[in-house]
């Protein structure tokens, strides 16, 4: 996946990209493009407004611009209209995906940004040039599906940029196993505070103070714990 109707991919992340599907078709894999995901931004923006809003802040004026608008707008939505939203979301990420057995794009369209880069008074402003990094993310933490980003390259500046691999939901042994049969690895990192994950795990602990915990993860480790330990990672 190399596009998205958000904004145009970098052509130095897009070539690298093509480069690793080179090398997946190398290794016998059946690789073949795919279209984008058809999703604006907007469709996603009262999901984040609403988490947003219900963080515990000690005083919004600590917060930026940017964060403080995310907060009042999240205030005026419920959670069922933002459960029914997210639940059209996930539905269309699942037909999107299709078949397959994972997609590969970059993790990001564009370079990191350099501190400062995204700062504006303009709270739309600012959120616009944010919304560019989570073209490919969003949907994914949306849906609950597996994904891992692996290093794919430097800029000539020294900024890295990555490669994204995601799975189908419940494949998350599988997308990890890959990972770590894939090559040399240092450091794992595993992130379980994707936005379905966090209303399901807040729902738990509603319901009991004791759960609203992830638990998955110690089968995920209990699957590869042994592998990763005879790699060195």
């Known amino acids: 996946l190399l596009s998205s109707p958000v904004c145009d991919v970098d052509p130095m992340i897009a070539a ?28 996603f923006k009262p999901l984040m407004e609403k988490q947003s809003s219900m963080v515990p802040i000690i005083s919004d004026k600590l917060l930026q611009p940017l ?4 907060r009042a707008s999240g205030r005026r939505y419920s959670e069922a209209e933002t459960s029914e939203q997210a ?3 996930r539905a269309r990420a ?6 397959a057995d994972l997609w590969l794009m970059p993790t990001t369209p564009i370079l990191p940004p350099k501190v400062g880069e995204l700062d504006d008074p303009d709270p739309d402003v600012a959120f616009r040039k944010a919304a560019n990094l989570g073209v490919f993310t969003a949907a994914f933490n949306v849906s609950g599906q597996p994904a891992l980003s692996i290093p794919a390259g430097f800029a000539p500046d020294g ?8 799975g189908r939901r419940g494949d998350d042994l599988t997308v990890l196993r890959r990972q770590l049969e894939g090559g040399p690895l240092d450091v794992i990192s595993l992130d379980f505070l ?10 738990q602990r509603s319901r009991d103070p004791k759960a609203g915990y992830a638990r998955d993860f110690v ?3 209990d699957d590869v714990l042994e592998l990763a330990l005879d790699r060195g990672t």
């Open 16 to 43: 690298r990209i093509r480069e690793i599907a080179d090398v997946l078709e190398e290794l016998g894999h059946q690789v073949e493009p795919g279209p984008p995901l058809d999703v604006e931004v907007e469709e």
């Open 67 to 70: 964060t403080r608008a995310l």
């Open 87 to 89: 639940g059209r979301l």
């Open 94 to 99: 699942f037909e999107w995906f299709g078949d």
């Open 159 to 166: 900024r890295a940029f990555g490669a994204m691999l995601a």
């Open 194 to 203: 994707a936005e379905i994950t966090m209303s399901i795990l807040q729902k």
């Open 219 to 221: 089968e995920q480790l």
